[in-house]
């Protein structure tokens, strides 16, 4: 097995897309820091213990993605801060569905690493969960993906599996 990262920008499936930007473990690391108020290169490099050229590089890549923009530190005008984007932001019920999914099955003997609580509350975060419209709990059972007509080859070609393992093509 390579350990070579295989690319998949030109591939169109939105997991491979998120995958694309996002599929790196240091990329997911900077952005929990983010989220738990980390700005500054200096305080991403001492909490990540990550060399500053992987640092430079992914930081580089998530300005370029669109989920962090780079500003002048308002404290320290020779300072740089990486503040999250909207886009970034977006990526919050994500990271907070790693945490919760790794709490649950990757779970310390001596209780969870971290609570997660609402602060106008206190009271506990609750788990991400799918949704239907009417607000029904759904499983990966319950929902049918439909592929676009415009998709990619490849989301064609899965489209086009599961129809025969329905028997919805002859």
């Not at 500053?52 to 404290?75: F, H, M, N, P």
């Amino acid at each position: 097995m390579s350990g070579a990262r295989r690319s998949f920008a030109g591939v169109d499936c939105a997991v491979a897309q998120a995958i694309e930007q996002m599929g790196d473990p240091w990329i997911l690391l900077i952005l929990r820091c983010q989220f738990q108020g980390i700005k500054r290169f200096d305080d991403f490099q001492g909490h990540l213990q990550i060399s500053t050229s992987v640092l430079t590089d992914r930081l580089r890549r998530l300005v370029q993605a669109g989920l962090l923009r780079k500003e002048q530190d308002q404290q320290d005008k020779r300072g740089t801060v990486y503040l999250l984007t909207e886009k970034g932001m977006d990526f919050y019920p994500v990271m907070i569905a790693l945490h919760q999914w790794s709490e649950r099955w990757e779970a310390r003997e001596g209780g969870p690493r971290l609570e997660l609580l609402d602060k106008q509350s206190g009271e506990p975060v609750r788990d991400v969960r799918v949704l239907s419209q009417d607000y029904r709990e759904l499983s990966a059972r319950d929902v049918l993906a439909l592929v676009d007509d415009q998709s990619g080859e490849m989301m064609q070609d899965i489209q086009e599996r599961l129809k025969r393992r329905r028997g919805d093509v002859a």
